[in-house]
């Protein structure tokens, strides 16, 4: 098996972005492709590594930023590590596709290169939400989908029950629609409609009904389902709380030298509380309904999460994922 | 001036309402009109004051509860103490009300039967949230609508406005639209045709463009705007996340022996930090949009909290946000 890696993308490229396949071509017995800039590569290889064995680059001296707009980075910059990447994907050098860069790009380069399943009108983003419990939700759709309706919704549902059955080991997972009130006729047209169609579908899925936002965290259900304008609200409005109230507290905690000495003593159990937000434990972000699996490593990846982002891409292909998920949207 | 006041609405009612009621009273030299059981009432005047000047009481037998189904249950319990001083506002014998029970209740009743402005499709709630800075912002609408259209939003900023100008005395208030990005062409459809017509506005309102929610925090604006959908699931998810992580928080510091004496030292700190999150600081949520100020104070009011919230609603009448509201919908 063959993955290809953007080893141009994130904040740490590309220096975590090698060691991490580094790593993952060793414990997982991977072949790798490493798309980016061949100078730059070869130098880190070299420094980490004396087997060069089932590693492959692609040279790419371009590379897409978060600030290119994703259509038009994808269609010109033609010789940039993601592009290359896919295409490796595209042509079938490689069977899957790792970047931890611009979500926007990877999401149309995922779409219009490696292209849609047969019966999937949008591919979608699972992002994993990390909760109190110390398990996690997948939220889909997280930010791919605006406008949606209701069959954009149910099918994000299937691709999610999917992947978690397949990829995360989760038995039976329980797939909620993200709604205002948690009665069946609440929230809006949208909301209804789906909460509709997932009561009534016919395939093997654990509908459990609406859940509101306040309960998110408390790891209720394994599948959060909903449009990618309020995914994307929710998910970076729990970050931006997480980030205000930690920024807030460390404020505080410097604010006298009682609370200094405190701050001092409550160090290791912060760190042990902290560590549950920890997002590269459960991997990156998949998305769903393209020919071939396509990972969204978090973009301050470091080596590990990268590995993490690799090996979930090799049970993607090994369970083939993209292949039921083809299976089931015709029966639905 | 009088104030209306649903005395049984409310986690701490109608001791704390009752309360609240008579330190308005006081303070701000208003007569106050208490609807609920007078029974009740009466003990808790009696306990509470020697001075009965200024407080009228309207016996309401019945009660609405956060399970009743709003519109039904204005329908059908005309002897409860929302409807009772809902009708007080409607029947001009209360020039404004103040409730903290049932949001979905008065904002059903406030529009059944103290009625839209003249040219407001959608009365909408504006929910008051403190930022990191100290300050707040008003995120309008906060759950009032779903499904709404440009028109809706654009009347939401103008109501927030004429609020925050009036109310809040807060002068040029920043209005940002809450969106997926920054750029003027991200977002849904509703968000982009919002964009459009907050631009264009020949009113002299201070549209700053495009907010991402993970900087609503941060007080970079005045007033958010948005459909009632997505600002619900923004409140709650803000909600459940600092709910989340106090407790996550707190069991931490219990953790260990260690982390236990750090949590004593850091409590005085924690505490301060804590009250920069105090809702009641800012007062009620206003209805905007309908014909006499109408004010949900916090569910788990105190009296201190009942007492700002009834003088929002004073400054609301002195100042004729309704008016001034209809007069800018005439000249949109």
């Given at each position: 098996m063959k993955i290809a890696i953007d080893?141009?993308?994130?904040?740490?490229?590309p220096v975590a972005v090698v060691m991490g396949s580094i790593q993952a071509r060793d414990e997982y017995n991977l072949n790798i492709i490493l798309s980016g800039r061949e100078i730059e590569i070869k130098k880190i290889l070299e420094k980490n590594t004396s087997n060069f064995n089932n590693i492959e680059i692609i040279n790419a001296e371009e590379v897409i930023s978060n600030d290119d707009k994703p259509v038009l980075a994808i269609r010109r910059k033609k010789d940039s590590s993601l592009v290359k990447a896919l295409n490796a994907v595209k042509n079938k050098e490689a069977d899957a596709i790792v970047s931890a860069g611009s979500t926007g790009a990877l999401l149309s380069g995922g779409t219009l290169l490696i292209g849609r399943i047969q019966g999937i009108e949008r591919p979608a983003i699972g992002a994993v939400i990390p909760t109190m419990k110390g398990g996690f939700t997948l939220l889909?759709?997280?930010?791919?989908?605006?406008?949606?309706k209701p069959e954009f919704l149910y099918d994000f549902a299937i691709m999610g029950d999917i992947y978690l059955k397949k990829?995360?080991?989760?038995?039976n997972p329980k797939i909620a629609l993200a709604n205002i009130?948690?009665?069946?006729?609440?929230?809006?047209k949208l909301t209804v409609e789906t909460y509709e169609m997932l009561e009534n579908s016919k395939l093997d899925i654990n509908f459990i009904g609406n859940i509101e936002?306040?309960?998110?965290?408390?790891?209720?259900?394994d599948i959060i389902v909903c449009d990618g304008f309020v995914g994307n609200m929710l998910l970076k409005t729990m970050e931006g709380t997480v980030l205000e109230l930690m920024k807030g507290l460390k404020t505080a905690l410097m604010s006298t030298t009682r609370s200094k000495i405190g701050g001092i003593l409550i160090k290791p159990a912060l760190s042990d509380f902290k560590s549950?937000?920890?997002?590269s434990e459960h991997g990156g972000a998949p998305l769903l309904g393209v020919k071939a699996p396509v990972i969204k490593a978090h973009g301050s990846s470091d080596a590990k999460a990268i590995k993490n982002a690799i090996r979930q891409a090799k049970i993607c292909c090994e369970s083939n994922v993209s292949g039921l998920i083809e299976e089931s949207i015709m029966r639905r």
């Open positions: 080893a141009m993308g994130g904040d740490n490229a889909i759709d997280s930010g791919a989908n605006v406008d949606s990829v995360m080991n989760i038995k009130g948690t009665e069946k006729a609440k929230g809006d936002a306040r309960d998110i965290l408390q790891g209720k259900t549950k937000f920890d997002y």
